[in-house]
């Protein structure tokens, strides 16, 4: 039973959800049925599994987690996540998620996203490959403790036609603060298309690059907003939680309150563009 049910398909799992009344086993590899009820977008079952939706499978991987992961749940975080500076008004003001989606044209989200569940378990086993390495664990550790402190304050603001919008400092930012991680779909790389998006971040584990990016041109968060400068006062990272590796966006120095908060994007983003210029 659990080979087949590990293989199964939409038709088969219809036929086994309903002949099959123990709905809380799990197969070799730990999923339940409200796992692969969610893999092949059986949906309309999972309302009678909820009893299954906190169980892991052997990724440590709920099915209440895989909804988020997959971006099949709405969002459910701050009711107003971004402050925007209106220069007509001179003011600042809250913008909520369907205001985001209205005048910037991509959705908000809080974490990172996966295109399929299969992206999610190949990054989840080579961070934990890549992590048993004794120093690796050491230097995630001190990066955990050096940028758990506050969240620091941001807005947008309109910058020019050139460059459209930028993201900027709300309050003063000591050095070694972290701005946010930077967020959106993880998928697979496509080179011919990726040069013409302007919000591809490489998806990479500590040192090591991927076969994905993280794409936040239709769904991301304010540090989308990021733009380049030769001198840069931010800088990416990578930190390691609960089996991903993220990539954080972090102060090189202390940042004025209203400065403009900048990174270099790096040569290979230049090769199929203009020059870039430095922001005023």
Known sequence: MKKSFFQSSKAYLKNWFELYQDKSVQDDQGQTLAHHCIRLGCYEYLPRLIALWDIPNHDKVTPRELLDFLDITPETGSERPLTVYRRKEQRFEEFSQDDILKHFKFRYIEGLKFQ?????????????????????????????????????????????????YGLFAKEDIPAYSCIG?????????????????????????????????????????????????DTPNLRSTWLMQEGICHIMLVTEQKIPQDTQLTYDYGADYWKKRTEPFELS
Do not use: M
């Open 116 to 164: 399929k569940y299969e992206y999610l378990q190949w990054i989840r086993n080579r961070c934990h490959k890549t992590f048993l390495q004794e120093e690796l664990k050491k230097h995630n550790l001190w990066k955990q403790c050096l940028y758990k402190s506050r969240v620091c304050k941001t807005y947008v603001k309109w910058v020019s036609p050139l460059v459209g």
């Open 181 to 229: 991680e930077y967020v959106g779909l993880v998928r697979k790389r496509k080179r011919s298309l990726d040069k013409y998006n302007d919000y591809i971040f490489g998806c990479v584990i500590a040192y090591e690059d991927t076969p994905f990016v993280i794409d936040a041109q239709e769904r991301g968060n304010h540090t989308r907003f990021i733009n380049h400068s």
